[in-house]
């Protein structure tokens, strides 16, 4: 079946470095990858997304590798700030289902 | 900027109750979906629904639940007869147009408990 599985389950960062967190995924079929950013009590915040005929994208100190060979995408955060400190989800997109994997949740410490 | 709005956004309802959880997806979109989170789980996808019907539903979405888009804003999910594992977040979001590229916007959320 489709799955979509995270690496580590919790990522502890100094504040000012960079983060990197990691999401398999399997259903080749999915052509459209999604990160969401999730706060305490909140709904899944969108971050950045990225096509299937792209390798990499970049946002606002945020960028997204996806590698389709191993099926492996990841976040990119820059300078990780306090306020990033959340709950990250990776998701894949095919036909009208968006799937997301467990969660990685980011501690950022000051 | 334009946001999906859900209410409530806490309910407490008796098991066996017939609960309805409503949403106002952005205007322009014409895709919508609801998801569910099981505290401290994953965000787990219900339903995807197109052009006044189903287009998608997971496993979880089963006869207990349906979905209605009774007028030209509102989106609304309803739970016939409620168990206690039916306790949850539930999200509605939307979508321009559902194909590959198009983002998915969620709203802030419906908190249900089921006693």
């Known amino acids: 079946g489709e799955s979509v599985g995270l690496h580590l389950p919790t990522l502890s960062v100094q504040e000012g470095d960079n983060s990197i967190i990691n999401c398999a995924y399997s259903n080749s079929a999915s052509d459209y990858f999604i990160w969401y950013k999730q706060e305490s009590g909140k709904g899944p915040q969108f971050i950045i997304d990225?096509?299937?005929?792209?390798d990499k994208r970049q946002g606002q100190r945020v960028t997204v590798l996806l590698n389709k060979t191993v099926k492996h995408l990841s976040l990119q955060i820059a300078a990780t700030q306090p306020g990033d400190s959340a709950v990250y989800f990776c998701?894949?997109?095919?036909?009208?289902?968006?799937?997301f994997g467990t969660g990685t949740k980011l501690q950022v410490i000051p | 900027e334009p946001e999906v709005t859900q209410t409530p956004s806490h309910q407490v309802t008796q098991m066996g109750q017939e609960v309805i959880l409503r949403c106002v997806p952005i205007s322009n979109h014409l895709y919508f979906y609801w998801y569910r989170q099981i505290l401290g789980q994953k965000v787990e996808f219900l339903v995807s629904?197109?052009?006044?019907?189903?287009?998608?539903k997971s496993e979880i979405f089963d006869d207990q639940f349906s979905v209605e888009r009774p007028d030209g804003s509102n989106f609304t999910l309803k739970i016939r007869s409620t168990k206690l594992e039916d306790s949850a977040m539930y999200f509605c979001?939307?979508?321009?147009?559902?194909?590959?590229?198009?983002?998915?916007?969620f709203g802030e959320g419906s908190w249900l408990t089921v006693v």
């Open positions: 998701a894949e997109k095919a036909n009208q289902k968006v799937t």
């Open positions: 979001a939307s979508s321009g147009r559902g194909t590959s590229g198009n983002t998915i916007y």
């Open positions: 629904f197109y052009n006044n019907e189903i287009s998608e």
């Open positions: 990225i096509r299937s005929n792209m």
